[in-house]
């Protein structure tokens, strides 16, 4: 999954972001309430572990915007308060769970496994690459209702591209999509994964296509 995390303290911030990223999901990392405003505005994402305690916006008002514009995305709300009365302000907000300072690192991950298992979080969304299928909700690759087996980082490379429509995705932008934003790592990585995934995809005539100085793009069959 990829999981947006909002959190002012640096340590715990990079804690749950190690945690998180050991587990298989890309993690954009944030550090204040104005800025996950933006970022949940614009980009995608699959779950958001939310701070109340936060520099500009708290917590809540970021969750309550989300809700006002019917955002269904689900959220885990963090606070060092323990009280029924902020539990109670944080559901009535639209959070889908609590978690209360200091907590294990071991009940994050499942909480994070538990909303990920529920169903109605968001509708099953799949594509059509030709002979494949890309459920990119789970995400999985099929052949003819066959998992095709293939690696957590280029599946999460194969889902940004498949999403973009055939429209070329900049290397940057993959980077963010696989490792999360702000991950340090270098952009050369991008050039292993879409060698590694090409070649699995050529015998269903799916392609990755270079568009020099812009990005790649997907191309299936008909």
Same mark, same amino acid.
């Given at each position: 999954?990829?999981?947006?995390?909002?959190?002012?303290?640096?340590?715990?911030?990079?804690?749950?972001?190690?945690?998180?990223?050991?587990?298989?999901?890309?993690?954009?990392?944030?550090?204040?309430?104005?800025?996950?405003?933006?970022?949940?505005?614009?980009?995608?994402?699959?779950?958001?572990?939310?701070?109340?305690?936060?520099?500009?916006?708290?917590?809540?008002?970021?969750?309550?915007?989300?809700?006002?514009?019917?955002?269904?995305?689900?959220?885990?709300?963090?606070? #060092?308060?323990? @009280?029924?009365?902020?539990? !109670?302000? %944080?559901?009535?907000? +639209?959070? *889908? $769970?609590?978690? =209360?300072?200091?907590?294990?690192?071991?009940?994050?991950?499942?909480?994070?496994?538990?909303?990920?298992?529920?169903?109605?979080?968001?509708?099953?969304?799949?594509?059509?690459?030709?002979?494949?299928?890309?459920?990119?909700?789970?995400?999985?690759?099929?052949?003819?209702?066959?998992?095709?087996?293939?690696?957590?980082?280029?599946?999460?490379?194969?889902?940004?591209?498949?999403?973009?429509?055939?429209?070329?995705? #900049?290397?940057? @932008?993959?980077?963010?999509? !696989?490792? %999360?934003?702000?991950? +340090?790592? *270098? $952009?050369?990585? =991008?050039?292993?994964?879409?060698?590694?995934?090409?070649?699995?995809?050529?015998?269903?005539?799916?392609?990755?296509?270079?568009?020099?100085?812009?990005?790649?793009?997907?191309?299936?069959?008909?």
């Amino acid at each position: 999954m990829r999981i947006v995390l909002v959190e002012d303290n640096q340590s715990l911030r990079k804690g749950i972001t190690y945690r998180l990223t050991d587990d298989g999901h890309a993690v954009d990392a944030l550090d204040n309430g104005d800025d996950a405003d933006q970022f949940l505005k614009q980009e995608d994402c699959d779950l958001v572990i939310l701070d109340i305690n936060l520099p500009g916006r708290d917590g809540l008002e970021v969750l309550a915007d989300m809700r006002r514009r019917s955002d269904p995305r689900p959220v885990i709300l963090l606070t #060092a308060r323990s @009280t029924t009365q902020e539990r !109670v302000a %944080g559901l009535d907000a +639209g959070a *889908d $769970d609590y978690l =209360v300072k200091p907590f294990e690192m071991d009940e994050l991950a499942a909480r994070v496994r538990a909303l990920a298992r529920r169903k109605d979080v968001a509708p099953r969304r799949t594509v059509d690459l030709g002979q494949l299928t890309l459920d990119v909700e789970a995400p999985q690759l099929l052949h003819r209702g066959e998992a095709v087996e293939v690696p957590r980082r280029e599946l999460s490379l194969l889902v940004a591209l498949a999403q973009a429509g055939g429209t070329p995705v #900049a290397k940057e @932008t993959l980077l963010d999509k !696989v490792y %999360g934003v702000g991950s +340090g790592t *270098d $952009d050369k990585v =991008v050039e292993v994964y879409v060698s590694r995934l090409r070649k699995r995809l050529a015998r269903y005539d799916v392609s990755i296509r270079v568009h020099r100085g812009i990005g790649y793009a997907l191309i299936a069959s008909s």
